[in-house]
């Protein structure tokens, strides 16, 4: 075993440390100032379905009624992070990744760069 893989940073949380993980950046999101206002009203969307008395699924069918209302948070929740400005959710998500000891998304090499002009600059190059 490698000693960096024993000691070193964790590179992939689990299911319900990202769940913990995702519930914390909406958190933060709320309380940003550079999150528009409307934006803010998903989470709450989700909250009101959770209060109001008309359901999808029954709560007396055990575990279905629960089901959805527990889908209706996560789908909310993950709408709002993804509609939310970019810069902020990555400044969050990297505080929260240290705070909580795994590896960033730099070191991860988890983000794509793709760069459009190359080909525009190969082509110029071909024709000349």
Partial sequence: MNLEMIVGKRKDPGFFREVWQQARLVYY????????????LVPFTAVLYLLWPVDLLPDVLLGLGQLDDLTALLVSSKVFIELAPPHVVMRYMDQIRESDGFARADDVNEKIV??????????DEESA
């Avoid at 999101?29 to 803010?40: H, I, M, N, Q, S």
């Avoid at 793709?114 to 082509?123: H, N, S, V, W, Y």
Wanted: no cysteine; hydrophobic share 35%; aromatic share 10%.
């Fill in 29 to 40: 999101l709320l309380r940003d100032p550079e999150v528009p206002f409307y934006l803010k």
């Fill in 114 to 123: 793709i760069d459009p002009q190359t080909d525009l600059a190969e082509k």
